[in-house]
């Protein structure tokens, strides 16, 4: 049986917390800020934790 392969995109989207969950990047900060508040730009900064709908289909991914 061969070895399970590593999704290369989803590597580099996401990343393991020491507790297990699945970290991820906000959309909607990459362009077209001038109409964004301030605020908002500032929370899309900050990391986000995967659903856990989303959570198999991610592990999946990273081969987990």
């Known amino acids: 049986m061969p070895k399970m392969k590593t999704n290369s995109s989803a590597k580099k989207r996401f990343a393991l917390t020491g507790t297990?969950?699945?970290?991820?990047?906000?959309?909607?900060?990459?362009?077209?800020?001038t109409k964004k508040e301030t605020a908002r730009k500032r929370a899309l900064t900050k990391d986000g934790l995967v659903s856990k709908p989303d959570m198999?289909?991610?592990?999946f991914l990273l081969a987990i």
């Open 56 to 59: 198999n289909n991610v592990k």
């Open 20 to 33: 297990g969950k699945i970290k991820r990047k906000h959309a909607f900060k990459r362009h077209i800020l």
